[in-house]
């Protein structure tokens, strides 16, 4: 049997489990990076072209030469290496990519950890051997990866829409739609397409600013689904995520609260069901479950992230800017690493360190909503008014089914609304107020309003509302332009207490509880 254990330099690397470690400490390479690393020592020290590459580690995905290049990167960052002095990986201008050393065999345990003095002199003379069976071996790993048994044309379509439903991409996305859809046109009632397809329909809504009937239609997919199948996490799980894009978050934790009690693997909807926890107020909650994951929590999108933020919530601001810094180097494709840390920087004060890191976001080509009111409202603290305009015009255009765009562009537009507009605006956002539809963060939408209607009282208990149904950020009341007019009512102060009462007691149960992480404990507000 082929070895499944390799050195490269003081890297160790392991096949079977997926692992690298360095001196026995492990290092964190995973998913496609860990799939590129393999690809690479499988041609030794082979020039290895962005086609092959491409075509080993991505296919049936299609991505370009930058999707490559910036993966190559996150790998490299991962093993502490430097493209401009590399001592893993080296570029091949204008043909792609190879290691700087031959990787080697590891023949035993105990070899991982050290090379013995006794047989150091003699590596030398058997080292090109052992990188050709190396290579051999590792090859042989590489073609032999588990393969699926044959399917079905239909169960094949479904499971490569699977595969491009979970890259993360907009036009992946759109593919698993189209391949969802011609598997169910061969066979309109299997679970599993209908199931992806209401995945793929909440994830244009929640991920790619689709107008909202996708996620009326992923819904109406959902429903279906655990009204067939109701011990099904899966089934659960769709619906769950339709409901939280149509933001009916009481539905949606409750949906996923039931696919995880009936698959406590189910990762991914306990991390869902954590983020609303949080929108609900209840922190510590959502720390824990996200804490809490079964098995690989690594394979949970954006959890990183979360867990931040959640700490953020919970004021354990420098344990929280330290994750988001990390992310925002590492993950430059996340989106929500992108927001993160320019808005972390932003509640800080720190405002020339926000604009220089949004600055770089918006490099990433990353685009999202978030990035954009946030590049007004830093706007508006240089009283740039023009330039916040510009921002949210930008929001709007990204996202014009979207409400807070909307809103933003009437306020700070050249010309001041009049009152049908606001009569309209107001209306409809508590219209969604008395079907309890509303976010806690969209009853500071409607404080924006009532405060620019010259409704400061309405204003005031808009903002009371947002407090009542969760909302934590209290930082972002003390910072953000978009409340100016509120920030010195007395009643605005209360407000703010009140959040950092509940937050602090909610602090105390994490400092106090066995699952608290050791890099909170003594640490300070």
């Known amino acids: 049997m082929s070895a499944t254990r390799y050195r490269l330099l003081d890297l160790d690397i392991d096949l079977e489990r997926q692992r690298v470690t360095r001196e026995g400490a492990a290092v964190d390479v995973q998913g496609l990076s860990f799939q590129l690393l393999a690809c690479l020592l ?54 792609g990519y190879q290691l700087c050393e031959m990787p080697r065999a590891i023949e035993s345990a105990a070899e991982a950890v050290a090379v013995s003095p006794a047989r150091h002199g003699r590596q030398r003379l058997v080292v090109a051997v052992v ?12 073609l032999m990866r588990p393969h699926a048994v044959p399917l079905s044309a239909s169960q094949e379509r479904v499971q490569r829409a699977n595969y491009y439903a979970g890259i993360g991409q907009r036009d992946n996305n759109e593919r698993a739609v189209t391949l969802y859809l011609q598997a169910l046109a061969s066979a309109p009632q299997d679970p599993d397409a209908r199931i992806g397809l209401s995945r793929a329909y909440s994830a244009r809504v929640c991920l790619y600013n689709f107008p909202y009937e996708w996620a009326q239609a992923a819904r109406k997919l959902g429903d279906e689904a655990v009204k067939n199948e109701p011990s099904r996490a899966a089934a659960w799980s769709a619906l769950a995520y339709a409901r ?40 510590d909650e959502a720390l824990h479950a996200n804490l809490d994951m079964h098995g690989d929590a690594s394979r949970v999108r954006f959890r990183d992230v979360q867990i931040a933020r959640e700490m953020e919530l919970l004021g354990f601001t420098d344990a929280a800017g330290q994750r988001f810094a990390r992310s925002f180097q590492l993950y430059p494709d996340n989106v929500f690493s992108n927001i993160a840390w320019p808005r972390y920087l932003f509640l800080r004060g720190r405002l020339v360190e926000a604009q220089s890191a949004l600055d770089e976001a918006m490099e990433r080509n990353t685009p999202h909503v978030e990035l954009y009111v946030l590049a007004g409202e830093l706007a508006l603290l240089r009283d740039d008014r023009a330039g916040a305009l510009a921002a949210f015009t930008h929001a709007a255009q990204l996202r014009p089914q979207m409400s807070l765009p909307a809103t933003l562009l009437g306020l700070y537009g050249e010309q001041a609304p009049d009152g049908a507009w606001f009569s309209t605006r107001i209306g409809e956002l508590r219209n969604q107020a008395s079907q309890q539809t509303l976010y806690p963060g969209e009853w500071l939408e409607l404080a924006m309003l009532l405060q620019a209607h010259g409704e400061h009282e309405a204003a005031l208990q808009a903002v009371n509302a947002a407090v009542r149904s969760g909302y934590s950020d209290s930082a972002y ?37 066995a699952w608290c992480p050791p890099e909170l404990r003594g640490s300070r507000p």
């Open 131 to 142: 990188a050709v069976i190396a290579v051999a071996a590792i090859g042989a790993w590489w």
């Open 42 to 95: 499988c041609h030794g020290v082979d020039v290895v072209s962005f086609d092959t590459l491409i075509d080993e580690v991505w296919s049936p995905a299609v991505v370009g030469e930058e999707t490559v290049t910036q993966r190559v990167k996150l790998l490299r960052q991962a093993l502490g290496d430097d493209g401009r002095s590399p001592r893993y990986i080296r570029s091949v201008r204008g043909r």
């Open 244 to 283: 939280d894009c149509m933001g009916d978050i009481d539905g949606a934790i409750g949906a996923y609260e039931k696919a995880f009690t009936l698959d406590p693997t189910d990762n991914a909807s306990r991390a869902s069901a954590a983020y609303l926890y949080q929108e609900r107020g209840r922190l």
């Open 477 to 513: 009341l003390q910072a953000s332009p978009l409340l100016k007019s509120l920030a010195s009512d007395p009643a605005y102060v209360v407000a703010i207490d009140s959040i950092n009462r509940r937050v602090g007691e909610q602090r105390q149960r994490v400092l106090a509880a």
